[in-house]
């Protein structure tokens, strides 16, 4: 393991760039690493912690001289960020981002940069319920996926030396363009979210009904529900609001199915149900197959002690 970029600026700093920087530090794949939080506060406790080698007050002295900068705010600013870091941008330096939308940030972003930049949009498949500077772990992102979106006319280079560095802090890295990611994460992570917050917010409603019982007795399900529902309220809102027109197709569908299931339990379709489940079920075996999550019962989290 070696140095791939003499200094690294980290803008934003919440539980994906705090991770990557332990990451770095793990595999020592930077000279220094900056770090800038907008608020003074997140700011002082990232140094108190020892994120970065050094927190600078603005986002100017960060990227100063910084051959790689992630942008890792909510993408709903990323564009203002844009702007603001554009004229102390190094020559030759990569731009990235971890977003989990990218053809609304490439829009927000890309008019801002100079020429001399390179420009390689990234989405890091990884991340828990918790934000802030204090919630980052070194291995957050091992074995999860780091899709790149590089844009058209990119240094190929740049998209390697990147890809390199996403290895390196223990990440899978693969290429996609980035109306399909848009697609593939409305699937996969944004309309489960936004279905999580409909049903935690429904059982809110219920619970005034039932004097919290809907806390008392949660089963595993809920339970899942309201961990997905914990996320950061800002970044899913710049999500979804990023995302608009993926997203409401997969809703579309999943409503569509919605009303069949409603349908088979109303008529009593047993047989509809039941090869429903065995075909949703080759989903969860698949992912295991994949090495996404384990097979360990209660979906691989340790019991809790008392």
């Not at 790689?68 to 330096?93: F, K, R």
């Not at 890295?173 to 699937?187: G, I, K, N, P, Q």
């Amino acid at each position: 393991m070696s140095v791939i970029y003499e200094r690294v600026a980290l803008i934003g700093l919440g539980l994906i760039a705090s991770s990557m920087f332990w990451a770095i530090k793990r595999s020592g794949l930077a000279g220094e690493v900056t770090g800038y939080a907008r608020s003074a506060e997140t700011r002082d406790t990232a140094r108190r912690i020892g994120l970065c080698d050094r927190v600078c007050d603005t986002a100017a002295e960060a990227v100063a001289g910084a051959d790689l900068v992630v942008l890792c705010v909510p993408v709903g600013a990323m564009g203002q960020v844009a702007a603001e870091i554009a004229p102390h941008l190094a020559a030759g330096a990569t731009v990235s981002d971890v977003g989990s939308v990218k053809a609304a940030v490439i829009q927000a972003v890309g008019p801002h940069l100079p020429d001399n930049v390179h420009f390689v949009p990234a989405h890091p498949l990884a991340g828990t319920e918790h934000s802030g500077p204090e919630s980052g772990f070194a291995t957050l992102f091992d074995n999860r996926w780091c899709l790149l979106v590089p844009v058209e006319g990119t240094d190929p280079d740049a998209v390697v030396r990147l890809g390199r560095f996403w290895q390196e802090m223990g990440a899978n890295v693969d290429t996609m363009e980035a109306d399909h990611h848009d697609l593939v994460l409305a699937v996969t992570s944004h309309a489960p979210h936004l279905i999580a917050y409909t049903m935690v917010g429904v059982a809110d409603d219920l619970r005034r009904v039932t004097d919290s019982e809907v806390i008392k007795y949660s089963a595993a399900g809920f339970r899942d529900f309201t961990r997905i529902a914990a996320s950061d309220p800002t970044m899913w809102r710049d999500v979804f609001l990023t995302n608009k027109e993926a997203t409401l197709e997969i809703l579309g569908r999943f409503t569509e199915e919605l009303f069949a299931l409603q349908r088979a339990i109303r008529t009593g379709d047993g047989a509809h149900l039941h090869d429903y489940f065995t075909r949703t079920r080759a989903i969860r075996r698949g992912i295991i197959e994949a090495g996404q999550d384990t097979d360990a019962p209660d979906f691989g989290r340790a019991k809790a002690v008392r």
